[in-house]
């Protein structure tokens, strides 16, 4: 992460055991922060249930917002919706064996919890694997229109090439 964090700090030292809630919002200037992030702009609402054990820590997220993105089909602006949920457990101790996405081991003695990096792979697990708009009509036309003009071009190219052994089987294709 670069200076100027915008961190996201449970203090846990003072709470007693049991059930404790926590609500974070976060923004562009969260992602900032991070490099090579694909998220410039969003509003995440992150709510939180926190529970203190004598020897670890649960932490339930639940996430909802929006993110700006670009349309993979097209490249317009498209707003993204982020919603899920995400549990973390924090173990005291040593880091003997190899923290996972779920488990994240921290000193004895400490006594804050930062789940910033946590929530930045978080949200980004929530986004699509491809980002479009719901159906291609609501895509910008022009983009469209050439992206299927090159398509068409592409395929009078390839079938021309093609090995007429194989030409059965671009038939076949082409009817499905």
């Known amino acids: 992460m670069k200076q100027g964090k915008h961190h996201l700090i449970i203090p846990f030292s003072?709470?007693?055991?049991?059930?404790?809630?926590?609500?974070?919002?976060?923004?562009?200037t969260f992602f900032e922060q991070f490099e090579n992030t694909i998220i410039e702009s969003a509003?995440?609402?992150?709510?939180i249930e926190f529970l203190k054990k004598e020897n670890m820590l649960q932490v339930d997220f639940v996430f909802s917002g929006i993110a700006d993105g670009f349309c993979d089909r097209c490249t317009d602006p498209i707003e993204i919706t982020i919603n899920g949920e995400a549990q973390l457990i924090v173990k005291f101790g040593e880091e003997e064996f190899e923290e996972t996405d779920e488990v994240k081991i921290i000193p004895?003695?400490?006594?804050?919890?930062?789940i910033s990096?946590?929530?930045?792979?978080?949200?980004?697990?929530?986004?699509?694997?491809?980002?479009?708009?719901?159906?291609?009509?609501?895509?910008?036309?022009?983009?469209?229109?050439?992206?299927?003009?090159?398509?068409?071009?592409k395929q009078n190219i390839d079938t021309e090439q093609t090995d007429p052994r194989w030409a059965a089987l671009l038939n076949l294709k082409d009817k499905n």
């Open 43 to 47: 509003e995440v609402h992150i709510d």
């Open 14 to 28: 003072g709470l007693k055991k049991g059930m404790h809630q926590f609500s974070f919002d976060i923004d562009a």
């Open 108 to 114: 004895h003695g400490e006594f804050e919890l930062d």
């Open 117 to 153: 990096k946590e929530v930045y792979d978080y949200v980004h697990l929530l986004l699509p694997n491809k980002i479009a708009h719901e159906e291609k009509r609501l895509c910008n036309k022009e983009v469209i229109e050439k992206l299927d003009e090159l398509s068409v071009e």
